[in-house]
């Protein structure tokens, strides 16, 4: 069982940053690959930003390409989403994912575990 716990969520104007964490429990975390999604009102979940195992492959969706980086920490079991040039478009509950499954590249399905997901708010 892999617990996930989202952190640093909160409301930005426009233009602004903010960081997103994850703590993962399990000993394990090194070997999850690890991914952000996110899911506004009345829209479909979609993946933001997903990171391999080994976090040598990486995906972006297209539209956070350029502003968003996705990366871990195994030492601290953590994966991060710092988030640059938000948009009023970001405005979403952005979720945790974890994936078992060791991947050789990041992928955007195949997750099983999920935290509970944090409100990321942009005004314009």
């Known amino acids: 069982q892999v617990q996930l716990v989202e952190s640093g969520g909160g409301l930005v104007q426009a233009g602004g940053s903010l960081r997103l964490s994850c703590a993962a429990s399990?000993?394990?975390?090194?070997?999850?690959?690890m991914g952000w999604f996110r899911q506004a009102p009345g829209k479909e979940r979609e993946a933001v930003a997903t990171i391999n195992w080994s976090g040598d492959s990486m995906y972006y969706a297209d539209s956070v390409k350029g502003r968003f980086t996705i990366s871990r920490d195994n030492a601290l079991n953590t994966v991060y989403l710092q988030m640059n040039s938000l948009k009023p478009e970001d405005t979403a509950v952005y979720y945790c994912?974890?994936?078992?499954?060791?991947?050789?590249?990041?992928?955007?399905?195949?997750?099983?575990?999920w935290g509970q997901g944090t409100q990321v708010t942009v005004s314009s």
């Open positions: 399990g000993r394990t975390f090194s070997t999850y690959a």
């Open positions: 994912a974890a994936d078992t499954d060791r991947k050789p590249i990041a992928t955007t399905y195949g997750y099983d575990y």
